[in-house]
């Protein structure tokens, strides 16, 4: 049948819809109905310009990213777990939902709490996650993070370990340990936090105090499965003893999914009591020595080495055997990276060339003496010329005589030849791995080994300041810079996870490539004045690439858009 006009008199007024009807089991059926209004705004209708109305407003919002890693917080019941643990009664915001907030803020726009609401409100979070604006200033923020302390932290990680075990599958079989630090703005006279201190900054930051951080992540994606805060002038070796015993208990958890777990760590840690803790631990371990400590190894030819298997591994050279180090014989592995020899070598002449040109200008300036200001002496050129080679083989490289001739110091200097060939012969491009493994091959030690440069990647990437960064920190008590470490490594978690479940569709991308990607992303909110000046709001998205394409149906985002049922209300 085709489409007629009905008039519906509700309380004594016409209502005009469009309506069609057909035969259903042969009787008269309503089968489609379109309200159209009164006679008069369909009058206005049909006398009204055919343009293109123009917009009352047009809103943007963040929309991929938020609603990517708001998903994973779903999936990993990120918001329930917290709560189970922080102690608040049921009432208002929760601390799981500022926790999750702080998380997501952290991986895309980081940003203090003053400015929290504002990025907020500009974004599907907003809808995602309703929480009134007057409920996100920095106070309330720092009101719940109270709740949580270090013991509520590490069982808040436990928790959500055994839904990475049990939902996501994580593989567990090798783990890596590492440590860094973060120098803070914390003034110097400020004695309320202890975890603040003055140590060696790994970002050179020497004027500042620092917070150091350690951290246990799978070897695919560098998901973290344990952190721990601790005080910035404590040594990594030193940590590494403390940081044990948690590990041990945290091998209950892992191995409940895994027969063997092997943990690999850096020189770093290195000591005859800490690896006295690692060997009596059920854990396997794949470990570093520092080379310059055994001669011996370096001096083994490079004709004795083989090369290893797997494209992975092209160009790299082996030779296996034992040692008696750090308590006990051990299968060692000493290994030739000649693109390592490369990055190394040129480092080297880099600050060879940096340091003689210094000498260079020492030397230019006892030549020619100021006539005025205080004359140097054979002394404190001395001590100059010790500040200039203080890095790593300069003094054996460099070789610098001073000399006083008439009282006035003369500099004379030259770079030793021999000592450059003996280190690239012995040293330069080499590895001394060591491990309890004994029936892993040489392949195996050397991957297993090399995962270690996933974490280092993840702590760069907490260093990054756009994309899942530790920075800024405002905050000077130890109870909220635990609380503060907590919610980035989360955030690390969740792009960790937002990498691997792209890798798993096989879709090849850094984080801060996907992140990038979906944050340019925007839902788009075209608001109308329609009829009776009732606002009627378009939604949709800005024009995709095909990259954002791909992204966007990979993490299934379109279900976060709003239903056409919903379009009547304002985004």
């Not at 917009?55 to 019941?77: C, G, H, M, N, R």
């Not at 208990?249 to 895994?258: D, E, G, I, P, T």
């Not at 006295?276 to 794949?286: E, G, L, T």
């Not at 006035?408 to 000592?419: E, G, I, N």
Request: overall charge positive; hydrophobic content about 40%; glycine content about 4%.
């Amino acid at each position: 049948m085709a489409v007629s006009l009905h008039k519906k008199m509700i309380r004594g007024h016409p209502y005009w819809y469009a309506r069609e009807c057909q035969r259903v089991d042969g009787k008269p059926k309503i089968v489609w109905q379109k309200y159209l209004g009164k006679a008069e705004d369909i009058a206005a209708a049909m006398g009204a310009p055919s343009q293109v109305p123009e917009p009352k407003e047009i809103v943007l919002s963040d929309f991929a990213a938020p609603a990517a890693l708001y998903d994973l917080t779903q999936k990993l019941d990120l918001i329930p777990t917290i709560d189970r643990h922080a102690g608040k009664r049921n009432q208002g915001v929760s601390v799981g939902t500022y926790m999750a907030l702080a998380a997501i803020n952290r991986c895309l726009a980081p940003t203090s709490k003053v400015a929290m609401a504002e990025w907020y409100q500009g974004s599907v979070l907003r809808r995602l996650l309703p929480v009134r604006s007057n409920l996100l200033s920095s106070q309330r923020f720092w009101d719940h993070m109270s709740y949580l302390d270090a013991d509520k932290i590490s069982a808040i990680e436990q928790d959500l370990t055994r839904t990475l075990i049990d939902r996501f599958q994580v593989d567990l079989s090798c783990l890596l340990y590492d440590t860094t630090n973060f120098y803070t703005f914390i003034d110097s006279f400020n004695d309320a936090p202890t975890l603040a201190q003055r140590g060696k900054s790994k970002e050179k930051r020497m004027d500042l105090r620092i917070v150091g951080l350690a951290l246990l992540v799978t070897k695919d994606f560098h998901i973290p499965l344990f952190h721990e805060v601790y005080p910035g002038n404590t040594h990594d070796s030193t940590e590494f003893a403390s940081a044990t015993e948690a590990l041990v208990a945290r091998y209950r958890l892992f191995s409940q999914s895994v027969n063997s777990i092997t943990l690999v760590y850096d020189k770093g840690n290195n000591s005859h009591e800490n690896q006295a803790r690692v060997d009596d631990s059920p854990y396997h371990f794949v470990g570093s020595l520092s080379p310059v400590q055994h001669p011996d190894l370096l001096r083994i030819p490079q004709s004795r080495f083989h090369p290893l298997q797997g494209k992975d591994l092209s160009g790299v050279l082996a030779w296996r055997t034992h040692k008696h180090v750090l308590g006990t014989e051990r299968t060692i592995l000493v290994t030739y990276n000649p693109e390592l020899f490369l990055t190394q070598g040129a480092t080297i002449l880099r600050e060879l060339r940096k340091r003689t040109r210094k000498l260079r200008e020492l030397q230019l300036h006892l030549a020619h003496p100021p006539t005025r200001g205080k004359s140097l002496t054979v002394e404190s050129v001395h001590k100059q010329v010790q500040a200039i080679l203080s890095g790593r083989h300069m003094k054996d490289l460099i070789l610098v005589d001073v000399s006083g001739k008439k009282g006035a110091p003369r500099l004379s200097y030259r770079v030793d030849q021999t000592a450059w060939n003996r280190l690239q012969r012995t040293l330069l491009g080499k590895n001394i791995l060591f491990t309890d493994q004994e029936s892993w091959s040489d392949e195996e030690i050397v991957r297993a080994y090399r995962g270690q440069h996933h974490i280092e990647e993840a702590f760069k990437r907490m260093k990054n300041p756009h994309f899942v960064s530790w920075r800024p920190l405002h905050h000077w008590t130890d109870q909220k810079i635990r609380v503060h470490a907590f919610y980035c490594v989360l955030a690390l978690l969740l792009s960790s996870l937002l990498r691997r479940t792209l890798a798993q569709k096989g879709i090849e991308a850094s984080i801060v490539k996907i992140l990038s990607t979906l944050s340019k992303i925007k839902e788009v909110a075209i608001i109308y004045r329609g009829p009776r000046s009732r606002t009627q709001p378009v939604i949709g998205l800005n024009h995709l690439t095909p990259l954002q394409e791909q992204l966007l149906h990979a993490f299934d985002l379109k279900r976060y858009l709003p239903s056409v049922g919903h379009t009547n209300q304002r985004p």
